[in-house]
């Protein structure tokens, strides 16, 4: 890997080291509100070959970056490749969300699990990955990514999406040695994966802790945050003398915000409901923050969308550290000329903060 | 209303009086985990029916407290009672939730909104409250109820229930002002529908603040929180010499804590999120605390809700201002025998906390 980056603002201000505006990025940003992204995702077949598809995946990846000057990349894929990878069948039952066709519930499903060789069960992600930093040559930096231990165990043991996580939860409260033997294994495996994927070309990793936020505070701090924390100490930090920072994102996770900055990790991921600047103040002076204007601004006008950004930048304050974006995934509703406002509103209004 | 009160432990927890151990009461503790409430519930023939009927909303209001020695009664009603109230045409479509036939998107159906005749329009409700305050013959207190002004707005804008809030938030973004007529008009109503609960035999009052917790930090302080400190101000706070209390709940509210129990609320509700120890830190020495058992503790064992129900007592810690709840209303699937088992807990380890 030698491409120069050309913009390397995002992983600067990962590092908390000064840029000279505030870098961004929108969660999903290649996603179904990008009328392109409807036309590869409809030759694709499915959504999973699009995912297992690099060429395909290279390029809704790049989609965003062609339409809005975004300061990143992420690699296009779905967290649910790793409990596909341990066997358990994955697949999208149209208007349903994604099911597993075996669930893991007790302890013959947990030594059952497959324990994926990441170079041949993943490689068309890491396949992917290589063929996307390729493609951006070095126009922005590349970001790799996996859910956390937790999420994925929730898919896992519901075998597919849930509104109380019932299962899951009555497994942990009841048998919490078998709901660690599940979180355990999947840790290593997701550590195994994220470092593949920087291996490959990633130069920054997230964790996505999507269902953290339903736990709680004793039960986060047992099922989620130290399989997050295992990942972190086991993570790739520096390849060819760069340093590949790491983003922890537990959505609904602002009351943990302190127990989150500890774990080691360069850089939180805040959602919407937390003031960024009451973030800042707790554990700014430990990592980077990412986030967090509420992705439903984008319903309302340019006008609102500006007003908006600039509550978030003032509350973030002065200096670097802070990483723009959304505080969860652009809805597919979203206007992609709404998007645009956003870009140019953070690029425009950020650079007085520096 | 000449009723001695047999059991007044809740009231003294919620003004953080002394106690001898630490009153619970669940959220939806009249509803279809218990045979006898689907019984009745069949019986009405809809849940709107039940909810109309003083006779049987009576009935499955004190159905809970024949099975456990619970330490309050909840009005069995819907929150919804009072935008059906202000014209919009409540109705239950079968799998769907509620629904409204009338939307509030523009100012004209913000003019049209029909300004509730308590003593008339609700009637069905204070009726109730008597009935049920007659019946229960001084048992345990009764609590009245409402949903807060930006959770009624969510419905009475989206028409029904939604899982991003999108239209209501859009207005919120773009057309504030109209979202404040909204807040406005809805938080003089509840008040006045609050107080006619109180003067019918309501001996505390909770504001269920459902879908605050999807707003930004912002506009939760700018559409939810003052219409509640608004509410909270004007309730009656005493009867017949007798303090009526009253409780704030925003489920996903954990990181507004302070200000919530800035506005002069007696007591503030917890979901499971948040540790209530944390929470007392930050608060005890203003409000009381109710909560906050993750109710899915309720699908493990007797013994691990004991030990559950252990870790909440502690991190609450000793005296009063608990009134020890779940997090969230208990789940349809419940086992009442687990229920039975979390109300023995509680009154059990919580003595050596008193």
């Known amino acids: 890997m030698n491409f120069k980056l050309k913009n390397d603002t995002f992983l600067r201000a990962l590092l ?10 929108m969660m999903r940003q290649a ?11 409809k030759r694709a077949g499915s959504f999973l070959n699009l995912c297992k598809s690099p060429d395909m995946a290279t390029e809704v990846t ?16 779905d967290i649910l490749t790793v409990p596909d990878a341990m066997g358990l069948g994955l697949y999208f039952s149209e208007g349903e969300g ?32 290589s063929q996307i930093r390729k493609a951006l040559d070095g126009r922005v930096p590349l970001i ?6 937790w999420t994925l165990a929730c898919y896992m043991v519901e075998g597919g999406s849930s509104d109380d ?4 939860k009555t497994m942990a409260y009841s048998e919490p040695k078998l709901m660690h033997q599940i979180l355990s294994k999947t840790a290593d495996t997701v550590t195994q994966y994220l470092n593949a994927q920087i291996e490959a070309g990633a130069q920054a990793v997230m964790i ?20 997050m924390q295992r990942i972190v100490d086991g993570l790739i930090k520096e390849k060819d ?3 590949i920072p790491n983003i922890v994102f537990t959505k609904g996770g602002g009351l943990w915000i302190e127990s989150i900055a500890n774990i080691g990790c360069d850089a939180v991921g805040l959602d919407w409901t937390m003031d960024i600047g009451i973030a800042r103040q707790k554990v700014g002076h430990k990592v980077a923050l990412q986030g967090n204007i509420d992705p439903l601004i984008l319903f309302a006008s340019p006008d609102a969308i500006r007003a908006e950004v600039e509550k978030v930048l003032a509350s973030y304050g002065y200096g670097s550290g802070h990483v723009f974006n959304l505080g969860h995934g652009i809805s597919q509703h979203t206007n992609p000329e709404h998007a645009a406002a956003l870009v140019q509103a953070v690029h425009e209004l950020s650079r007085k903060y520096h």
């Open 16 to 25: 908390r080291q000064p840029t000279e505006y505030t870098p961004l990025w």
């Open 31 to 41: 996603g179904r509100y990008l009328p392109e992204y409807c036309a590869t995702r």
């Open 62 to 77: 790049l989609q965003p970056l062609d339409r809005f000057p975004l300061d990143a990349a992420i690699l296009f894929s």
């Open 98 to 129: 994604p099911k597993f066709e075996r669930t893991v519930r007790d302890e013959a499903a947990v030594k059952a699990l497959h324990v994926p060789d990441i170079g041949k069960d993943l490689k068309y992600v890491t396949d992917a990955v």
């Open 144 to 149: 790799g990514f996996s859910g956390s231990p």
């Open 165 to 168: 996580y019932a299962k899951v």
């Open 208 to 227: 996505f802790d999507s269902w953290g936020g339903a736990l709680s505070h004793a039960a986060y701090h047992e099922f989620s945050l130290p399989y």
């Open 241 to 243: 003398g760069v340093k």
